[in-house]
């Protein structure tokens, strides 16, 4: 029967489309036929409009359009911070075209396990606080609160700092504000959601090599940095044994740090949302830890160059090199940027791309970068994917570039498009209020200067042809750099000596 009418209706409905679509009747009248005038239709040729004609201020090809110069203004970080308190600084963005806000919150604290024991629970600690529930909330009660009202709240902690982020409709943001503080301040630490969170770890470990790109990534940390218990890993064991009690005993002082910076973003009257949050810290009550917790170390390199490749049985050849670069602020990083950019960094408008996937066809993926670091010494990297059997012609070819680049110099068209490029994409890191507001508090942390991104741009634009020669020529050497291949050894005989590394030592134990 619903099929029948809705046939019936179909029809009807197309009947009513003709008729609509059909001329009207002409009405009767005395004049004979013949006399009525003609329809535009049948007008004569002459009576048609003429086309207009192009006016002379329009190119003839998009290729002459011209643009005006593209000058880049960085946002300024001081419009928008605020000071709470001696220990609590932030930056507000508002945003008034949709009832959203958005706030992240750090803490600047060490998070480091004294024992490899302990490396398992702790990274365990900080998604905890949030997942186990809290302030008298179980886990599964905070879960249909939250999603009741659209909202979210997570937790993390990390080497350097922890930190929770709020996302809610702005007319729940006071509501959200004060859960956050209880679940915080008051963990649950709920088993159930413990017992989820060891499985998928476990899990996690089990499948830690599943693709080459991860063994590549974990044979690259292990050829170049030394023993740090920041580069600790558990295994799958030590997963499933962590208990609540560990749990808790590492996420003492957490969120107790003194220094705290925020990042509030959104549906937010700036004054308004300053006395909110004065309110918010002076009544945050975490006790510090009762055991002093280590302090991180920089990341030191092993500096032993060489080829290092781990057996694995496929067709693509999967290789990074690297060399220590320069721990930021730098002077050496702009210019080295910009080689990197015109080197390999560049996509199609790079060296590496234009001979080593457009000329010779070994790779679709090919690319260098000057490793960007506040706390470590960065690391230079060229990498590529490239079939088993031109592995050792990929690489031939990189250094030639390499060395042709560091004795020739970046042509001066190179040279331009580079600075522009780099320029061009500052904007891209302000694309929203709540970005603007995270990068001004990860800089803050970071002790970057206010003045930073408008430095950034003069740093790139005085960058010279003969400092991308030299930056070349030494942060990208091949005899200081560690090649890690990810390969079929027997296959990889080309690549001349190298050090076989077992699949079972990547990890850092």
Known sequence: MQKER???SLAAGAVMALVACSPAPVPETS??????????????????????????????????????????VAPVPAEYRVQLSDSVSGYIVSDRSLPLVSLTVYFEESNLPATLKDEAASEMVGSMFR???????????????????????????????????????????????????????????????????????????????????????????????APNPRLWDANDKEYRKVSVADVKRLAEGVFSSKRIVFALSGDVDRDSAVTQLKEFFDAWKVAPAKAKKPAPEPLAFLRKPGTYVVDKDITQANISMSQPFVRRPHPDYYPTAVASFILGGGSFTSRLVNRVRSDEGLAYS??????????????????????????????????????????????????????????????????????????????????????????????????????????????????????????????????GPFTVIPLDSLEFR
């Open 6 to 8: 809705f046939f019936i």
């Open 366 to 495: 090919v690319y260098s970068t000057a490793g960007n670091d506040y706390r470590d010494t960065a690391m230079t990297t060229i990498a590529l994917q490239t079939k088993v059997e031109s592995a050792d012609f990929a690489i031939k070819l990189i250094f030639e570039e390499v060395e042709k680049l560091a004795k020739e110099g970046p042509t001066p068209e190179e040279l331009a498009q580079a600075k522009k490029a780099i320029v061009e994409s500052l904007p891209s890191l302000f694309d929203s209020p709540e970005a603007t507001a995270l990068i001004f508090a990860q800089d803050e942390l970071l002790g970057k200067k206010q003045s930073h991104y408008v430095d950034f741009v003069n740093e790139v634009n005085a960058v010279t042809a003969e400092q991308v020669k030299a930056m070349t020529a030494k942060y990208f050497d091949k005899s200081k750099m560690t090649i890690s291949v990810v390969g079929p050894v027997a296959k990889l005989e080309k690549l």
């Open 31 to 72: 004049a004979p036929a013949a006399e009525a005038a003609p329809t535009k239709a049948f007008a004569p040729a002459e009576q048609k409009e003429a086309q207009p004609s192009t006016p002379a201020n329009v190119p003839a090809s998009y290729k002459d359009i011209a643009f005006p110069e593209f000058r880049y």
């Open 131 to 225: 997942r186990g529930g809290g302030g008298g909330i179980s886990a599964h009660a905070l879960d249909d609160s939250l999603e009741f009202v659209s909202a979210a709240i997570s937790t993390s902690a990390g080497t350097f700092r922890a930190a929770f982020d709020i996302d809610c409709l702005s007319k729940d943001f006071p509501a959200m504000l004060e859960l956050s503080k209880k679940v915080i301040s008051a963990p649950a630490f709920d088993k159930e959601q413990l017992e989820i969170m060891k499985a998928n770890y476990a899990t996690a470990y089990e499948r830690r090599y599943d693709t080459p790109a991860k063994v590549l990534s974990a044979l690259k940390a292990k050829v170049n940095y």
